[in-house]
């Protein structure tokens, strides 16, 4: 997770956790001085808070080419992929979707 706010990242990894076994979860408050642990991270997933811009999203998808990019909106109602641009409403269950793709 990239720039997501202290209590959102919390519920994402207790709502994940609890529901998918094996799920690492690092944090990043900003993109660019955590790029060179991002990279070590090897994530599938990087999910980025509403106030990450499309320059972190950039940075990451340059950083980890693989990994899918989602970012919350800023009115935290949708995760929003950076590749394809689809939205869907932002809940645990779509989170859990998005890892069992």
Known sequence: MVVVPPLL???IRHSLSSRIAGVTFTEFAD????AAG???TSADIVVLGP????EDARLIRHILPRAQVL???SDLAHLVDFDTGERV??????LVDWLQR
């Open 71 to 73: 970012a919350v909106s």
């Open 89 to 94: 409403a932002f809940s645990s269950d779509t």
């Open 31 to 34: 993109a660019n001085p955590g």
């Open 9 to 11: 990242a919390g519920l």
């Open 51 to 54: 106030s990450a811009g499309a």
């Open 38 to 40: 991002l990279r070590d």
